[in-house]
């Protein structure tokens, strides 16, 4: 993975996470996991892996993410992967695109199992707010309409992690652009 950030101004690790699910319903399960680890003098390192739902996929979830259920038949179930996830985020700032929306999700995946997951984390989309507040409308403040904004190619949107990278990739350009907003908001959590 040939990502060069500059993540100095944090103090701690950094992971850049992404899920891919069933849905977005109360009911729905991860089916991919996708991250990027950032330590200071140490080359990223990618963690990524399709995840057993234990419930059917819609056909709508398949057109976003072009994730089957043959592809998740042999893969491991959320209760064999959360212990990776936990070690992968500990003690480090975990930031998501949405983090409700995926953090909910990784809860919803651990409570089926009968497992605990709370993610204590930052979500760039209200950190985009504090460094974009001029951009308004809808998908202003999306991981594409972002991307777009400073010329980031998705390698892969809908996966877990092409969109890890591609937000880890917008909070480098954020850093850059106002590092004393970024510093803020990661002081106000």
Request: hydrophobic share 45%.
């Amino acid at each position: 993975m040939n990502i060069d950030l500059d993540l100095s101004i944090f103090e701690q690790p950094v992971v850049v996470f992404d899920t891919e699910t069933t849905g977005t319903g109360r009911s729905d399960r991860l089916v991919e996991f996708g991250g990027i680890r950032f330590e200071q003098g140490r080359p990223p390192v990618a963690f990524a892996t399709l995840i057993r739902p234990g419930i059917p996929i819609p056909w709508h979830a398949q057109n976003v993410h072009n994730i089957s259920e043959q592809m998740v038949a042999g893969q491991p179930s959320f209760d064999r992967v959360l212990p990776d996830i936990e070690d992968f985020f500990e003690g480090a700032l975990v930031f998501a695109h949405n983090l409700s929306f995926d953090a909910r999700l990784l809860r919803q995946s651990a409570e089926v199992t009968g497992q605990c997951m709370d993610v204590d984390g930052l979500c760039t989309v209200r950190l985009a707010r504090r460094v974009h507040p001029e951009r308004k409308g809808r998908g202003a403040h999306s991981l594409a309409g972002l991307a777009a904004l400073y010329g980031i190619e998705n390698p892969a949107a809908h996966r877990a992690l092409g969109d890890a990278e591609t937000t880890a990739r917008l909070l480098g350009c954020f850093v850059q652009r106002a590092p004393e907003v970024v510093a803020a908001f990661v002081a106000c959590r």
